[in-house]
């Protein structure tokens, strides 16, 4: 079987722990649903994250083979929403997100439920 080979203590965990946990934003700690619009090659991802908003999210490392992200999966994210004066000014850093939580489809289900999205 694919995927079941020996593997360290902390992958087995952060797998175990991104496959059954059901994570809720904390909309104060600046964390949003948004949903992947498209790759941008290495670990950088164009999100939507609504009113018609394209931003950029990284997927940190410690994600790298573990964690398989593809176009029209929810993500939780967290970062800034406010542009800033560097930003559109074409000067500074155009990622603003970092994904913290990936939504299988069990996840943003219930997350449906709990009406965070109106889709």
Known sequence: MSGTSR???YRKH???QV???F???DFDANEHIAQILASRGGNLYE???GKDSEELAMLPAKFNKLVWVKRGDFVIVQ???EATENDESGKGNKVRFLI???LYKVCWRL???TKYLSL
């Open 19 to 21: 496959l059954n946990e």
């Open 111 to 113: 997350t449906l439920r």
């Open 7 to 9: 593997k360290s203590q």
């Open 14 to 16: 952060l797998t175990d």
């Open 47 to 49: 999100v939507d994250i």
């Open 79 to 81: 970062g800034e929403q």
């Open 100 to 102: 913290k939580h990936v």
């Open 23 to 25: 994570p809720e934003p």
